[in-house]
Every structure is written in structure tokens, then in C-alpha cells.
């Protein structure tokens, strides 16, 4: 198709008027079409108000018909074909298999999030039935549903330009939820966000939903963004990105007259501990997985292992060389914009001109614009807990090991980190009881823990947590990848002694939806 450059509002291809935004491709600097003009007040207005209307009738779709919905949606997006791949390979230096894979991501969580929908359990339906003979008080009869919180505000990421952008993870679980979505579309990809949004779009038609159930704007700077974080009529955010945009938003959402949850990924270094009997079988080859997981993606992964924590020794030195020379072999990458190419630079030259850290590789330098070359660092667990400036994220290929004393300061580095996405354990049988001391702090400071793995790579299924406490998400209780997902969007309502005709389908007595229930505490067959 041909892309026009436009917003689309509703079932509405709009111009913006605001300032101009064009992709550019990183690996050449070259500057695309089309121009896609901004959107401002007037088009968050327009946007919103149409959500809103649209939640009314989307939410009361019955489960079948919003699971077609979703369906839909990821059919769509394959029919667009290799236009779609190219585009986003233009726009973002990624590579076919990556971005072909990330397709079939994109339309699997749709299609996990249908099967989520049609099962109804996000339901979690509980009946309690009314008792008048109950001594010495009566009960009346209560009955409680989840239901969507309203219109949803999406902030499409810079990273994964599919899966957490136009119909990524959080526009899945929020109209999986009942949610009409509004996307603010990345800037760094604006092509490749229209070709999904308007497959999105022709989804809403097919599927006979209101208009406002899905728009996409783009916009230069904060302005769109604190525009529609600020609108009334959005009562959820979904973000990934920097913790600096994160937190922004953050507090616009909290400073409104009614606030609403914000449910930000911002920030994580993922840090692998390597235990003393793992590192001593095979230190070889967890160095060859640490610099792979490393390179992945050029590092541009929230769940990038950009810390290594060890007792220091001839095993950790050992690893060490490998590790380095792992690093010195790796060739340069395009990175996805000029903008996280020059923050990549800044980290990198923070590291290595700090007086307490010692540089111990550097990637191969290639040529072309915005490369980015691998860096490995190590500093001691003593200066590592003096300087919090050692805990910042750098966003690509980058990675700091940390020297300890003993496994006691081991033990104080784990519990001086920050709030991390996942921690990874390189563990064999002898150190079972080292771990056994490390977990219960790892548990309070990481949504996901693994053994003898490497961070990156999230799989998209039902127990998946891709969350954890602050700065790695803004709110520790929820996930944004994996079905529980949906939960995020809902709030329980409570319908007490309402009469059978007012009672939505599901908390009808005769049930029919089918769906799972907790009536008088007991689970129904």
C-alpha cells in the first residue's frame, strides 16, 4: 500500500498540522517518505472523544466477537506481506529473520490474547448467593465481574518496532480487556506504524466495532504525549522506554483531578550472578553465552545483561579474558535511531573514563552510521556500592562485572540493586546453597529469575513476568508480556441484589457464556 503520512483517528486518515517527523534510516542517515505531520490538542481531543463514545459498545462485545476481533487484527497484519518487513528494516536497521520473527510474535500474543478472551477466566466471575434464613444475619446475593477501565493510552517503543508498538503486548491486553486503545506512534517508525494501524483499522471494519476503538497519532517532542495522559477520558497508560520519559508521565497521570495508573518499563541491567562451582566447570562456555546474549540485537533489549556479579579469582579472570575476547571479536551493529546511538556513546564513555572502572574490551569499529560497538567493563563490589551512577542502564551492547571480596559481597551488591526485570543465575550442583542465600533477595528484587539461561528472549505465554519493582517497571505487580497481562486494564465491579434482567451474561444464573465461576466459594464444573 501506499503510505500517506497520515493520523489515523477513528476510521479517518487525518493531517496533522504540528511539526514534521521523518523516519531516518539508521544504517545510512538518509532521510524517508513520507512526511508525517504531528498531531496536536485538536487530534488528541478527537481521538479521545471517540474512544470514549466507542467503550460503551466495545466493552459489552460479547467474548467471541472481541476474540474474532483480535483474530482479525493479527490476520491483517500478515496480509500486509513484505512490505511491512522492508519498511521496518528501512527504518530501523534490523535484520529480516529478526523482524520477521517479531512479526509472528506480534500476531501470536493477538492470537494468545484471543484464546485469553474466549476461555473468560479474566472474568474471575464470584457468585455468592443470597441467604435470608442466615442467622443472625441474612445475606443478600452479591455477584462480582472484572470490566475494562476505559480508554487506554499506548506509547508505541523504539526497540520493537512491532511487538510493543501499534499492536504490541499492551494494545493486545487492552482490548483483549474491552479497552479502546490510542497509540501514540514512535517517531523513529512511522511507517511501519501507519501499514499496522491501518491493518488495525480495516479490523474494526470487518468486524462491524465502533470507530474510536483504535486510533494512532504521532507527534514530535512531549507535547502529544502529556496531551493524551492528561485527557479525562483515558484512564490507563501503557509505556516502554526510558525512565526519564516514564517517570514524566508518571506524574502528569498522578496530578490529574482523577488519577490513573501508568504502567511504565523503563529501566533494567539484568544482572547474571556467576556462582563459584559453575564458574569453575564451565567458564568457558558461559562466557561465549554472556557475549552472545550480549551482541543480541546490538544490546537493544530491556532484558540485556549489562551487569555480571562473581567473587573475584583465577575462575572470574578466567571468564573474564574469554568474555573480553568474545567482545573484541564482535562486529559493529546499526542501532535502531541516531538518538540511542548518542546515548549509547554517553554511557560508554562514562564507563570508561571513570577512575574506578576498568575497560576491558571494545567491539570491532565498522563502518556506516550509528554503529555500535560491544564494551565490557569491571570494577570492584566495593566501589560498585560507593558510585549508584555504576547501576545506570546503558542501552546496548554494554556490560560491567562486578569483583567481590567473598559471597557475603555477594550478598550486599544483590541487595543494593535497583528493581530489575530479571536476574540470572550460572549454577551447577555444588551451588545449590549459595543460591538457596541469594534467592529470597532476588525474589523482592526481580519479576523474573532464571537458571543457566540468558535474559533475553521473552517468551510469550500464560506464566511469562516481564515487570518488576521500580525502576524496572512502575508497578511490580503486573507484567506486560504473558496473558496475566490483561489484568493490568481491569477493576472489579460488585452487583449487589441486582435483578436477573440487569445482570451482565456472565453472572446470569443460567450462565450463558460458559464461563468459569466461584459460586458460594466452590468452583462450578
Not at 327 to 339: D, I, R
Not at 414 to 443: N, S, Y
Request: charged residues 20%; glycine residues 12%.
Amino acid at each position: 500500500m501506499s503510505l500517506e503520512g497520515k493520523l489515523l483517528i477513528g476510521q479517518q486518515a487525518v493531517s496533522g498540522n504540528q511539526d514534521d517527523i521523518h523516519a531516518v534510516n539508521p544504517a545510512t542517515g538518509e532521510t524517508m517518505e513520507p512526511t508525517y505531520a504531528g498531531g496536536g490538542k485538536a487530534e488528541v481531543e478527537r481521538a479521545c472523544e471517540l474512544a470514549e463514545k466507542a467503550f460503551a459498545s466495545y466493552r459489552e462485545t460479547g467474548l467471541e466477537a472481541r476474540a474474532t476481533f483480535l483474530d482479525t487484527i493479527a490476520s491483517e497484519i500478515e496480509g500486509i506481506g513484505d512490505e511491512l518487513i522492508e519498511r521496518a528494516m528501512a527504518e530501523t536497521g534490523l535484520p529480516r529473520p529478526r523482524l520477521e520473527g517479531e512479526r509472528g510474535r506480534t500476531c501470536g500474543q493477538l492470537r494468545l490474547f484471543a484464546s485469553v478472551v474466549r476461555a473468560g477466566e479474566w472474568l474471575d466471575v464470584r457468585i455468592d448467593p443470597a441467604l435470608p434464613d442466615r442467622s443472625p444475619m441474612p445475606r443478600t446475593d452479591l455477584r462480582q465481574r472484572h470490566i475494562g477501565l476505559g480508554p487506554v493510552a499506548v506509547f508505541g517503543a523504539s526497540n520493537f518496532p512491532l511487538a510493543f508498538s501499534v499492536a504490541g503486548g499492551d494494545t493486545a491486553s487492552a482490548l483483549a480487556a474491552g479497552c479502546p486503545v490510542v497509540i501514540k506512534g514512535h517517531s523513529a517508525h512511522p511507517g511501519t506504524s501507519e501499514l499496522v494501524g491501518r491493518a488495525v483499522q480495516r479490523a474494526v471494519t470487518k468486524c462491524n466495532l465502533a470507530d474510536g476503538v483504535f486510533s494512532l497519532l504521532f507527534g514530535a517532542g512531549n507535547e502529544i504525549g502529556q496531551a493524551l495522559v492528561n485527557d479525562p477520558r483515558i484512564q490507563a497508560v501503557g509505556f516502554t522506554g526510558s525512565r526519564g520519559g516514564g517517570t514524566a508521565l508518571m506524574a502528569t497521570a498522578q496530578a490529574r483531578p482523577q488519577p490513573i495508573p501508568v504502567y511504565a518499563e523503563m529501566s533494567s541491567i539484568n544482572p547474571v550472578f556467576l556462582l563459584p562451582e559453575a564458574l569453575k566447570a564451565r567458564g568457558d562456555k558461559i562466557a561465549e553465552g554472556f557475549v552472545g546474549s550480549l551482541n543480541m540485537g546490538a544490546g537493544q533489549f530491556c532484558t540485556n545483561p549489562g551487569l555480571v556479579i562473581a567473587v573475584k579469582g583465577q575462575e572470574l579472570n578466567a571468564f573474564i579474558d574469554a568474555a573480553g575476547e568474545g567482545v573484541k571479536a564482535s562486529a559493529s551493529q546499526t542501532m535502531l535511531s541516531p538518538g540511542i546511538h548518542h546515548a549509547y556513546k554517553q554511557g560508554i564513555e562514562a564507563l570508561s573514563s571513570h577512575a574506578k572502572v576498568r575497560e576491558v574490551a571494545r567491539g570491532q569499529v565498522g563502518e556506516g552510521a550509528n554503529q555500535c560497538c560491544a564494551g565490557l567493563f569491571v570494577a570492584s563490589a566495593a566501589d560498585f556500592l560507593a558510585d549508584e551512577a555504576l547501576q545506570a542502564e546503558i542501552f546496548g551492547a554494554s556490560s560491567l562485572v562486578v569483583e567481590c571480596a567473598d559471597q557475603a559481597e555477594v550478598k550486599r551488591v544483590a541487595a543494593d540493586l535497583e528493581g530489575q526485570l530479571t536476574i540470572t543465575l550460572q549454577m551447577d550442583d555444588g551451588d545449590v546453597e549459595a543460591a538457596k542465600a541469594l534467592l529470597p533477595t532476588l525474589e523482592r528484587k526481580a519479576g523474573r529469575i532464571l537458571a543457566n539461561g540468558w535474559p533475553t528472549g521473552v517468551e510469550v505465554c500464560h506464566a511469562m513476568v516481564h515487570g518488576g519493582p521500580y525502576p524496572a517497571t512502575s508497578d511490580s505487580r503486573t507484567t506486560s508480556v504473558g496473558s496475566a497481562a490483561i489484568h493490568r486494564f481491569l477493576r472489579p465491579v460488585c452487583y449487589q441484589a441486582l435483578p436477573e434482567a440487569l445482570l451482565p451474561g456472565a453472572l446470569k444464573d443460567a450462565n450463558p457464556e460458559g464461563v468459569s465461576r466461584l459460586v458460594d466459594g466452590k468452583r462450578e464444573a
